[in-house]
């Protein structure tokens, strides 16, 4: 069963290539970094959300590999094709192509790792005693792996996260073409904006029937997440990640207070944090949490629950608000939102202490942005920002600098995203 797998699993061990239709032509931006990481002598980590694409860059990866290296010493494995030890998995490998993977330079690439129990303490072991082996590993379930990988992999490894598509990335496999310049896409990405909201992963890119988009994020997404991967491995109960889910993605930018939460569904409010937690960790969420100057302080107060990505809000709500849509797509950038009473501020970069406020409009108005004023006379900062669909542009109010910034402006600039 292992070396059948095996086989199935390594094409190129006899064809000396890989099928297309593994190695997607399309590279992301990420494709360069991980590439830039094959060397160092560090196990690499892939990270993300399901179906974002991490089988894709390892097949990517391993394409260009076979055109510097010899093709039996790439070795691949999915353990959700099968489960097996580590060990194991590289006896067989010898066994079948006759390599000496204990003294030849090898690279191995292991997908899925979290379903393997104790799997970091298992290539630490590896990576120790195995120096001429480069090792690649991904898996979904973002918790497992940061949390098994900072406690035995210290100093082992680089972890590297794959986001959902961007909209420059979305555009680039819509139109089947590719370019470093933004600016050339910039009516494309405006068209396109409705539909990448609603499925930037890269298998659906071009689908058009939003039946099947809503039923692809909710059964190989979110069923996956809530119904499988959490409950597998941490023995969540199944039923109430599937209401909170619902809840915080049916209601994008919910203020998060779990004693009236834990209350209102009758479960211990440990029992809802953890479950919370786990959510965020598996990344179908994020939270945001409400600024203060100390750290320590903001940690104690009301929470902002956020969908990981818009998308996985539309099998729950198919018409999307489009304020909720915009707030949501600076979520993805921002750690903190600022309340005080009535007063609230959407987002704060903390780094800059920078206010940030999202309008759904193409006009604002002086009166509309007076929380953000008293905000930064409150803190002293005198530059703001607000992100909105009108042009952008910078303008004073007395002796505040606001800086007015297109949507499209902010998902595809570094600056006010970088943190």
């Known amino acids: 069963m292992l070396e059948e797998a095996l086989r199935l699993a390594n094409e190129w061990w006899l064809s000396g290539t890989i099928s297309s239709e593994k190695a997607l032509p399309y590279r992301r931006s990420v494709f360069k970094d991980l590439k830039a990481l094959l060397g160092y002598r560090q196990v690499v980590v892939l990270t993300g959300l399901r179906r974002v694409g991490k089988s894709t860059l390892m097949f990517q990866i391993i394409s260009d590999l076979l055109k510097e290296i010899d093709r039996r010493h790439i070795l691949y494995f999915n353990f959700d094709d099968a489960i097996a030890e580590p060990m194991e998995i590289l006896r067989a490998y010898g066994t079948l192509t006759g390599v000496d993977w204990k003294r030849e330079k090898c690279f191995v690439f292991l997908d899925e790792i979290q379903k393997i129990k104790g799997w970091s303490s298992k ?183 956020y969908p990981y990505t818009i998308a996985l809000s539309s099998p729950y709500y198919p018409v999307l608000d489009k304020g909720r849509v915009l707030e949501t797509l600076v979520a993805m950038y921002m750690g903190n939102y600022w309340r005080e009473g009535t007063r609230e501020v959407d987002f704060i970069k903390r780094e800059e202490l920078l206010p940030v406020d999202v309008k759904a409009k193409e006009n604002v108005r002086k009166e509309e942005l007076a929380h953000m004023f008293y905000f930064m006379k409150k803190y002293g900062v005198s530059k703001g920002c607000v992100v909105y669909t009108g042009k952008s542009k910078n303008e004073l109010f007395d002796a505040f600098e606001i800086r007015f910034l297109n949507v499209l402006d902010f998902l595809c600039g570094d600056d006010l995203k970088s943190s």
Request: hydrophobic residues 45%.
């Open 123 to 305: 290539i630490k072991f590896l990576y120790d005693n195995l120096p001429n082996i480069k090792f690649v590993v991904s898996g979904s379930a973002s918790l497992m792996l940061e949390k098994e990988a900072i406690s035995s992999l210290a100093g082992r490894y680089f972890m590297q996260d794959v986001e959902p598509l961007s909209i420059k990335e979305f555009a680039e496999l819509y139109l089947n073409t590719q370019s470093d310049s933004i600016e050339l896409y910039r009516d494309e990405m405006e068209r396109l904006f409705p539909l990448w909201i609603k499925r930037p992963f890269p298998e659906i890119v071009r689908w058009t029937d939003e039946r099947r988009v809503n039923e692809y994020i909710r059964e190989m997404i979110l069923d996956k997440v809530l119904r499988i991967d959490l409950p597998d491995m941490f023995r969540m109960r199944t039923s109430l990640l599937s209401t909170l889910a619902e809840i915080f993605l049916c209601e994008p930018g919910t203020i998060l207070n779990v004693t009236a939460l834990a209350s209102n569904l009758k479960v211990h409010k440990l029992a809802l944090e953890e479950h919370i937690r786990f959510l965020e960790f598996a990344k179908i969420i994020r939270v945001i949490k409400n600024f203060r100057p100390s750290v320590r302080a903001e940690s104690r107060k009301m929470k902002k629950v």
